[in-house]
């Protein structure tokens, strides 16, 4: 079965930025199917409203995985398979604890992320470890994470981070499962999985930002203002100021200019998480 692992929905909430999607979770599972996925895990943050919607849901050839991305103390953890909701702001080896409790599996996400957003060290308690993450277009913190598995027999799953519905199916674990939870939960712990990997373009990355940025202007610009450095704090007003404005020009400057802020990451990806994968 195919296997989108990691995305979001409407319930997905940024302090700054608002929403982190527009469709519902019923909406991203529709969206799975079309695509020709077997299964989908909704793991918005801190938060688990989306299974009261996806629960009355039934299918003989999908499966619809209860899920949360919980942010722990020491950075972002998949739970898969819970039944309760998960609080945040506990230590990580105490929420894994918490997730094996209510009969799910934990996946630590992003572990190497560039926004330092993953758990890192932290990955080889989890039950699995995403080594590929679409959204990780630097793609060096993706081998740091492949690396970091590999040292430590993890199983390895892929994920989207779907925070559109039109992303769903670049990052996927293939399972070799029953279309049941239990199932698939087993399968993932004993890395019984292939990955199918495909990164979100730099274009799209910059439309699903500018979407938000604009759509909370002001609490963006008071947060630009007081927490970015001087050099990201011009680009990202650049890109603000040039993306309403729909001309040739202003797209081709607003695309040109988050190239270029790739290139500035994925050289700083390099010096951090390069070495690494050389250990």
């Known amino acids: 079965m195919l296997l989108e692992s990691h995305s979001h929905s409407w319930y997905s909430k940024g302090p700054i930025l608002g929403e982190e999607n527009i469709v519902s979770p019923v909406e991203m599972v529709k969206e799975a199917r079309r695509k020709g996925l077997n299964g989908i895990a909704i793991t918005d943050h801190d938060n688990f409203k989306s299974w009261e919607s996806l629960k009355k849901l039934k299918f003989d050839d999908f499966v ?38 209510q009969g799910g599996i934990t996946i630590a996400p992003h572990p190497f992320d560039l926004a330092k957003k993953g758990i890192r060290e932290f990955s080889k308690s989890a039950d699995a470890i995403e080594v590929f993450n679409a959204m990780n277009i630097d793609k060096f913190a993706n081998s740091r994470a492949r690396k970091f598995a590999r040292k430590y027999n ?28 239990d199932s698939v939960l087993k399968e993932i712990k004993r890395g019984n999985t292939e990955l199918k990997k495909e990164y979100l373009s730099v274009n799209e990355l910059t439309d ?25 704090r011009g680009l990202t007003k ?19 200019l988050s190239h270029f802020s790739l290139t500035g990451s994925t050289a700083y990806s390099f010096f951090i998480n390069f070495p690494r994968c050389l250990v």
């Open 154 to 181: 993890k199983p390895m799953t892929a994920g989207t981070d779907a925070h559109m519905k039109e992303w769903i199916g670049r990052g996927i674990t293939k399972i070799n499962s029953d279309f049941d939870l």
């Open 208 to 232: 699903w930002y500018l979407m938000r940025l604009n759509k909370n202007y002001d609490n963006a610009l008071r947060y630009i203002n007081t927490n970015y450095g001087f050099f990201k």
């Open 64 to 101: 619809v995985i209860p899920g949360e991305e919980v942010s722990t103390l020491q950075g972002h953890l998949l739970a898969l398979g819970i039944t309760e909701e998960i609080k945040p702001k506990q230590e990580v080896l105490e929420t894994i604890d918490k997730v094996r409790q």
């Open 238 to 256: 650049n890109l603000m100021k040039f993306s309403g404005r729909e001309t040739v020009f202003s797209r081709g400057l607003v695309y040109s």
